[in-house]
Structure formats: structure tokens, C-alpha cells
């Protein structure tokens, strides 16, 4: 097997994939068990959820992309996300950020909570302009 128990692997998605392939694609995970099913591995998902795929669904996480200037956790679309958070003002652009990569590098609930930092930040900003402009 390719993959032994305790791989972190990331799940891939091609043009034939399955549903449930295509929705976790990008996702990373831990190989935690391997039988002999015709889809025999079994990740756990940075989600906790355990899922089976086959081996030319999963890659090893082991970083492709150069870390500072294409990291991987931006490249997985097929836009990379500067080209896409560079059209927005600083804290829009960074809770777009967190939000795109939620998962895909560290922990996604700490990820989901700085993008809400960020959105909580900017409706606060707005709220002040909107009362400002009210008082004048």
C-alpha cells in the first residue's frame, strides 16, 4: 500500500472523481487505517470525519508549492487567492483570505475565527460611519 496508516495525505480531486472526492478535495488528513476494500483507505479528515477513498485520490501533504511565494495552502484553487483578495480593501481581503484557506493550513476553526475577527471588524466600521454620517 502506498499509503500506510499515519500518512498525512491531502484528498485530490481530478476530472472522474466521486461527489464525495470533488466536496473534500484539498482537505488534509491522517491516514488511519488501510484494509483491503476497493476504496481502502481510511482518513480522518482535519474535520473528524472518517472517509474512505482510493490511491489516486490522496497525495502526501508534504509542501509542492515554493512556502513564501505560491504556498500551497493559497494555490488549491484555480486562482491563486492574492489574485483574488488583492481586489478588496485590507480587512475584507484578509477575512477572505482565512476563509479560503480555513483547513488547509493549521486548524480551520482558528482560521474561521480570525475571519470572523476580521467581518466583526469591519461591521463595527461601518456601524461608526453610518452613525457619524446620522449625527451630522
Known sequence: ?????????????????????????????????????????????????????????????????????????YTWLPIEVIEITRHFDFVRGNALKYLLRAGRKGDALEDLRKARWYLNDEIRQLEKEETACGES
Open 1 to 73: 500500500m502506498k499509503w500506510p496508516v499515519g500518512t498525512e495525505v491531502t484528498v485530490t480531486s481530478s476530472s472522474g472523481s466521486t461527489p464525495t472526492v470533488r466536496l473534500h478535495a484539498g482537505e488534509k488528513g491522517t491516514v488511519v487505517e488501510v484494509d483491503q476494500a476497493p476504496y481502502p483507505y481510511i482518513v480522518e479528515l482535519s474535520t473528524g470525519s472518517h472517509l474512505r477513498f482510493a490511491e489516486n485520490e490522496l497525495e502526501s501533504t508534504a509542501q509542492t508549492g515554493d512556502p513564501v511565494d505560491h504556498p500551497d495552502h
